[in-house]
């Protein structure tokens, strides 16, 4: 998406250079609050971080912006401040409590649970000849994976380089990575985060990360030890050095940012920075000051005020140029884009200055486009330049692979293939033509949920050791078990298992749209049937990498499919076909049905007619070739005999390249003609290339 020619950032020139800058062997802290009386501050000891050194007084200008200028301030000081103001519905100052920079660029932690102090970085890294790789939205292959629990259990990278940044840019990591074929790394949260009180209270502690403390520090304890014992400099440069490696493999590192809300919870929470700063500007609420909770988390970032929201956009600036950060998946992003009046609107000045902001152009948008306020599921709502998490094509794909066979073991089959094929090709009837398939993240499992072998394990959520009597996590999973409720020994329940996670790998990953694995995906791991697993640091989440040879065939079809989908064209366009026009990087679809007749329309929905045969033709520019594939989908767990269409011009061969129906990707190219006949096995999917 161009920037506009006039771009403004929220704020304008008020709120420019907040945090602390280095000039001239001294430096300038510049804070914000409308409503502050008095701020000042505080210096402390490099190693004492309870023993105050000194102390200064901030200046106020007309817009609220505090402000002192001092030598006191040099890379490595840890600092604090300190917030004075009036009392009422809304403010919570307390001049006694020591609270973060909003803007800190590094944070040092004392010995208890609050005692965190900002720290001046001097930035500055050697790049080298690395750069961003800007892999293509077309070919853009999303792999999304926590920090620690890729690393954490692998043999074959250093036990000091276990769970760390360092440890994901090893050299074992990066085979990995690349001889799989995916082109992008989503990392959950690493913006330095915090567990949440009543996790502590049960034993437990908050994995995943979705507790953010400071917007511009990496999460130091996915530092390694020696970086850590070094300070928040050696953490920053671990960072750094992990994107450079990863870049000059040619991979993409996109972060899930979580700028909906902060760590300081509802009132009564840990005050920490924002609430102490400026509470009432801040965080969303009634006039009483009562919060506005969009999030569930306690309290919503108000991004329908300026500070709010230029804090945002400075964070992902900082991130994306001094980091080198290649996208950013935005956690509950609806909550990003409600107003002043709390409603969500797709034009929310900040959603439009992060797509249209010049220091942003070259990163990818990624929106989880929900929170959990009235009017918070706006799937499709976004604007042209984000792409969104579809919701509605994992619904669909899962109902179709999982839940309607079961249902169909004791009835029928309760809806056909027509809902499935939509999503199958780029989910027109989700997003708009002028943003087009690619605005659509496909994915079957995230993070959040069960794993791809317990979505095909388990009926239900095992959820137990969350302390919550199992009453946390999804109840709707649209899971089916095959008959057996966890892990068995039956080897025809472990074989249709296994199928299953074969044709839901093959949907995602053949869909139109972009791609999105969940890490450990590939090789079938599980979290025993926990589908809320965001409290445990344990082996439940870390990823094991001593596999059964069954997980080995699993991620050899992984990388195959990936292989295949880079390799044809047909299956990755860019925009929709329109029917009569030639619409450059677009698939002309056609569709057959079991015997390779064109489908009729009742056949869409026939709950009786689960077989079609897919047919997507490229539409490259004059100079490129055309590309055209064939696919064959079978939604019941009979075999049927499918007839490869004989109307498809110019075609004289059907050369297959992949089948869910394998135990291990085949290594052949077996070839049939128009009208051959192909047995396709119970619940199947199989791939062609068309040839002429």
Same mark, same amino acid.
């Given at each position: 998406?161009?920037?506009?020619?006039?771009?403004?950032?929220?704020?304008?020139?008020?709120? +420019?250079?907040?945090?602390?800058?280095?000039?001239?062997?001294?430096?300038?802290?510049?804070?914000?609050?409308?409503?502050?009386?008095?701020?000042?501050?505080?210096?402390?000891?490099?190693?004492?971080?309870?023993?105050?050194?000194?102390?200064?007084?901030?200046?106020?200008?007309?817009?609220?912006?505090?402000?002192?200028?001092?030598?006191?301030?040099?890379?490595?000081?840890?600092?604090?401040?300190?917030?004075?103001?009036?009392?009422?519905?809304?403010?919570?100052?307390?001049?006694?409590?020591?609270?973060?920079?909003?803007?800190?660029?590094?944070?040092?932690?004392?010995?208890?649970?609050?005692?965190?102090?900002?720290?001046?970085?001097?930035?500055?890294?050697?790049?080298?000849?690395?750069?961003?790789?800007?892999?293509?939205?077309?070919?853009?292959?999303?792999?999304?994976?926590? &920090?620690?629990?890729?690393?954490?259990?692998?043999?074959?990278?250093?036990?000091?380089?276990?769970?760390?940044?360092?440890?994901?840019?090893?050299?074992?990591?990066?085979?990995?990575?690349?001889?799989?074929?995916?082109?992008?790394?989503?990392?959950?949260?690493?913006?330095?985060?915090?567990?949440?009180?009543?996790?502590?209270?049960?034993?437990?502690?908050?994995?995943?990360?979705?507790?953010?403390?400071?917007?511009?520090?990496?999460?130091?304890?996915?530092?390694?030890?020696?970086?850590?014992?070094?300070?928040?400099?050696?953490?920053?440069?671990?960072?750094?050095?992990?994107?450079?490696?990863?870049?000059?493999?040619?991979?993409?590192?996109?972060?899930?940012?979580?700028?909906?809300?902060?760590?300081?919870?509802?009132?009564?929470?840990?005050?920490?920075?924002?609430?102490?700063?400026?509470?009432?500007?801040?965080?969303?609420?009634?006039?009483?000051?009562?919060?506005?909770?969009?999030?569930?988390?306690?309290?919503?970032?108000?991004?329908?005020?300026?500070?709010?929201?230029?804090?945002?956009?400075?964070?992902?600036?900082?991130?994306?140029?001094?980091?080198?950060?290649?996208?950013?998946?935005?956690?509950?992003?609806?909550?990003?884009?409600?107003?002043?009046?709390?409603?969500?609107?797709? +034009?929310?000045?900040?959603?439009?200055?992060?797509?249209?902001?010049?220091?942003?152009?070259?990163?990818?948008?990624?929106?989880?486009?929900?929170?959990?306020?009235?009017?918070?599921?706006?799937?499709?709502?976004?604007?042209?330049?984000?792409?969104?998490?579809?919701?509605?094509?994992?619904?669909?794909?899962?109902?179709?692979?999982?839940?309607?066979? +079961?249902?169909? #073991?004791?009835?029928?089959?309760? &809806?056909?293939?027509?809902?499935?094929?939509?999503?199958?090709?780029?989910?027109?009837?989700?997003?708009?033509?002028?943003?087009?398939?690619?605005?659509?993240?496909?994915?079957?499992?995230?993070?959040?949920?069960?794993?791809?072998?317990?979505?095909?394990?388990?009926?239900?959520?095992?959820?137990?050791?969350?302390?919550?009597?199992?009453?946390?996590?999804?109840?709707?999973?649209?899971?089916?078990?095959?008959?057996?409720?966890?892990?068995?020994?039956?080897?025809?329940?472990?074989?249709?298992?296994?199928?299953?996670?074969?044709?839901?790998?093959?949907?995602?990953?053949?869909?139109?749209?972009?791609?999105?694995?969940?890490?450990? +995906?590939?090789?079938?791991?599980?979290?025993?049937?926990?589908?809320?697993?965001?409290?445990?640091?344990?082996?439940?989440?870390?990823?094991?990498?001593?596999?059964?040879?069954?997980?080995?065939?699993?991620?050899?079809?992984?990388?195959?499919?990936?292989?295949?989908?880079?390799?044809?064209?047909?299956?990755?366009?860019?925009?929709?076909?329109?029917?009569?026009?030639?619409?450059?990087?677009?698939?002309?679809?056609?569709?057959?049905?079991?015997?390779?007749?064109?489908?009729?329309?009742?056949?869409?929905?026939?709950?009786?007619? #689960?077989?079609?045969?897919?047919?997507?033709?490229?539409?490259?520019?004059?100079?490129?070739?055309?590309?055209?594939?064939?696919?064959?989908?079978?939604?019941?767990?009979?075999?049927?005999?499918?007839?490869?269409?004989?109307?498809?011009?110019?075609?004289?061969?059907?050369?297959?390249?992949?089948?869910?129906?394998?135990?291990?990707?085949?290594?052949?190219?077996?070839?049939?003609?128009?009208?051959?006949?192909?047995?396709?096995?119970?619940?199947?999917?199989?791939?062609?290339?068309?040839?002429?």
């Amino acid at each position: 998406m161009p920037a506009t020619p006039h771009f403004t950032a929220p704020g304008g020139a008020i709120l +420019d250079n907040l945090g602390v800058s280095l000039h001239d062997g001294t430096a300038t802290l510049r804070v914000w609050s409308q409503h502050a009386s008095a701020v000042e501050l505080v210096i402390f000891d490099e190693t004492d971080l309870d023993w105050v050194t000194d102390s200064v007084d901030l200046d106020r200008d007309d817009d609220g912006v505090w402000q002192v200028t001092s030598e006191l301030l040099q890379p490595g000081t840890r600092y604090a401040i300190r917030v004075d103001g009036p009392h009422g519905a809304g403010n919570t100052f307390n001049p006694e409590t020591l609270l973060l920079d909003p803007y800190a660029r590094g944070l040092a932690q004392g010995d208890g649970y609050e005692e965190w102090r900002s720290v001046v970085i001097a930035d500055g890294f050697d790049w080298g000849e690395s750069h961003k790789p800007r892999i293509p939205l077309h070919k853009t292959v999303i792999y999304e994976g926590h &920090v620690k629990g890729m690393t954490k259990r692998h043999p074959d990278v250093p036990p000091a380089l276990h769970g760390t940044y360092a440890g994901l840019a090893h050299p074992t990591m990066i085979e990995h990575f690349r001889s799989l074929g995916i082109t992008s790394i989503e990392l959950l949260p690493v913006h330095a985060f915090v567990p949440e009180p009543r996790l502590l209270e049960r034993g437990l502690t908050n994995y995943w990360g979705y507790n953010t403390l400071n917007f511009f520090t990496p999460h130091a304890a996915y530092a390694t030890e020696e970086s850590r014992k070094q300070g928040p400099e050696a953490v920053l440069t671990e960072f750094k050095g992990m994107v450079r490696l990863l870049h000059e493999a040619g991979l993409e590192v996109i972060l899930d940012v979580v700028y909906n809300h902060t760590s300081e919870e509802g009132i009564g929470g840990p005050r920490s920075s924002l609430r102490g700063i400026d509470n009432a500007s801040y965080y969303r609420q009634q006039a009483d000051g009562v919060y506005i909770d969009t999030t569930g988390c306690g309290n919503t970032l108000n991004t329908a005020a300026d500070a709010g929201a230029r804090l945002v956009l400075d964070s992902l600036r900082y991130w994306a140029q001094e980091m080198q950060i290649d996208g950013f998946r935005f956690d509950l992003a609806a909550a990003l884009g409600r107003d002043e009046k709390h409603e969500y609107n797709r +034009d929310h000045p900040l959603l439009a200055a992060i797509r249209t902001d010049p220091a942003l152009q070259d990163v990818k948008l990624i929106a989880e486009p929900w929170d959990v306020g009235m009017g918070g599921w706006q799937t499709g709502n976004f604007a042209p330049g984000w792409h969104e998490w579809n919701d509605r094509y994992r619904d669909r794909v899962r109902n179709f692979w999982l839940s309607d066979i +079961d249902y169909a #073991r004791r009835a029928s089959a309760p &809806v056909g293939i027509g809902g499935f094929a939509t999503r199958l090709a780029g989910s027109s009837n989700t997003f708009t033509a002028d943003r087009g398939p690619l605005a659509s993240i496909n994915f079957i499992t995230a993070h959040d949920g069960f794993t791809l072998r317990d979505l095909v394990s388990y009926d239900v959520k095992h959820n137990e050791a969350n302390g919550e009597n199992n009453r946390d996590g999804a109840d709707m999973n649209r899971a089916f078990n095959h008959g057996v409720e966890g892990p068995t020994d039956d080897p025809n329940v472990r074989a249709v298992r296994r199928k299953a996670m074969r044709n839901l790998l093959g949907t995602l990953l053949l869909s139109a749209g972009i791609p999105m694995l969940t890490a450990g +995906d590939e090789t079938g791991r599980t979290q025993r049937g926990n589908n809320n697993a965001y409290a445990h640091d344990s082996d439940l989440t870390w990823l094991s990498w001593d596999h059964e040879p069954w997980q080995l065939e699993l991620r050899e079809h992984v990388a195959t499919l990936i292989q295949l989908r880079q390799e044809n064209a047909a299956l990755r366009p860019s925009r929709y076909a329109r029917l009569g026009e030639h619409t450059p990087h677009a698939s002309v679809m056609d569709w057959f049905n079991q015997c390779g007749e064109t489908m009729e329309e009742q056949q869409w929905t026939d709950p009786g007619n #689960r077989t079609l045969q897919y047919v997507a033709a490229s539409t490259p520019l004059a100079d490129e070739p055309v590309n055209r594939i064939l696919l064959i989908v079978h939604g019941t767990e009979s075999p049927v005999e499918v007839t490869l269409p004989v109307d498809i011009e110019n075609a004289t061969r059907f050369v297959s390249l992949w089948s869910s129906a394998d135990d291990r990707p085949s290594g052949g190219k077996e070839e049939f003609a128009p009208g051959d006949v192909v047995l396709t096995a119970a619940t199947s999917m199989r791939l062609f290339r068309i040839e002429q």
